[in-house]
């Protein structure tokens, strides 16, 4: 069992920055991809960053060159750098962690943290 506790949200003006961080418990942190997600009132959640256990990483169209996600194993943590951030950016983010061993899928997420970006 993995639990994910994020922090960082918080009431931000458009063009301003925010990183948000997403502390995992245990010792195997290392193990999993880990993904930050969003979802926005009335829409769906929708997957934002994704970084591997090698440190490869995906992104979104819409925060492409604006987020960054990073993690450090000796912390246990997840970040996500959001620059430049925009009104469109206001959502619920939502950490993420899985992996796949012996073809059962562990799969655990955070309780989310609030971001809000307006003037």
């Known amino acids: 069992q993995v639990q994910l506790v994020e922090s960082g949200g918080g009431l931000v003006q458009p063009g301003g920055s925010l990183r948000l961080s997403c502390a995992a418990s245990g010792n195997t942190f290392s193990m999993y991809v880990m993904g930050w997600y969003r979802q926005a009132p009335g829409k769906e959640r929708e997957l934002v960053a994704t970084?591997?256990?090698?440190?490869?990483?995906n992104y979104v169209d819409s925060v492409k060159g604006r987020f960054t996600i990073f993690r450090d194993n000796t912390k246990n943590t997840v970040y996500l750098q959001m620059n430049s951030l925009k009104p469109e950016d206001t959502a619920v983010y939502s950490c993420?962690?899985?992996?796949?061993?012996?073809?059962?899928?562990?799969?655990?997420w955070g309780q989310g943290t609030q971001v809000t970006v307006s003037s």
């Open positions: 970084i591997t256990t090698g440190g490869t990483t």
């Open positions: 993420n962690a899985r992996r796949t061993a012996l073809s059962r899928v562990y799969d655990y």
